[in-house]
T-cell receptor, first 108, second 115 residues
């Protein structure tokens, strides 16, 4: 059974600090990795995709992928209250497997 | 604007009733998907379609049915055989459903409640 694991949280981070979200996956052949943000009662929206080992930066967001250790992480710099949401990790080889999400709370 | 439109946003179903959720996309995507999300849970795949007139069961297809007669449309019917249908239903699409890392995009979702 292929799995994607995330800490359900909530993860509480002060405004302006760095939020670090982690995701581990079981399938070594996974090729594509995605982070989605989901506000309460809304649909998920893509934040980042990453395909190769290392870091990928987009504004305040950085995705980090380590295929050898089978984890992918998302860093949010200068956290804002509007970043408070559930963050879903998704991993794909021939099908997309979703984690249950980590709830992030940014405290003003 | 290109996107995925789901309707209705809120739907109430009586016991023993079939209901159909609509999903239309104008992104010219080949692949379309239906997911179910229960409160505090991740996404579970109900059905997916990689091409018109073809679709495959996902992890929780029992009690659901779909059709893909047009590229743009992928309606989901929640049948009376689905005993616990109260959930948030998400329609999604991607350029293709193959091994490439094509991103999945979501509609706004439909809330289904059994009354």
């Amino acid at each position: 059974q292929k799995e994607v694991e995330q800490n359900s949280g909530p993860l509480s981070v002060p405004e302006g600090a760095i939020a670090s979200l982690n995701c581990t996956y079981s399938d070594r052949v996974s090729q594509s990795f995605f982070w989605y943000r989901q506000y309460s009662g809304k649909s998920p929206e893509l934040i980042m995709s990453i395909y190769s080992n290392g870091d990928k930066e987009d504004g305040r967001f950085t995705a980090q992928l380590n295929k050898a250790s089978q984890y992918v992480s998302l860093l949010i710099r200068d956290s804002q209250p509007s970043d408070s949401a559930t963050y879903l990790c998704a991993v794909k080889d021939y099908q997309l497997i979703w984690g249950a999400g980590t709830k992030l709370i940014i405290k003003p | 604007d290109g996107g995925i439109t789901q309707s209705p946003k809120y739907l109430f179903r009586k016991e023993g009733q079939n209901v159909t959720l609509s999903c239309e996309q104008n992104l010219n995507h080949d692949a379309m998907y239906w997911y179910r999300q229960d409160p505090g849970q991740g996404l579970r795949l109900i059905y997916y379609s990689q091409i018109v007139n073809d679709f495959q069961k996902g992890d929780i297809a029992e009690g659901y049915s779909v059709s893909r007669e047009k590229k743009e449309s992928f309606p989901l019917t929640v049948t009376s055989a689905q005993k616990n249908p109260t959930a948030f239903y998400l329609c999604a699409s991607s350029l293709d459903g193959g091994l490439t890392g094509n991103t999945i995009y979501f509609g706004e979702g439909s809330w289904l409640t059994v009354v």
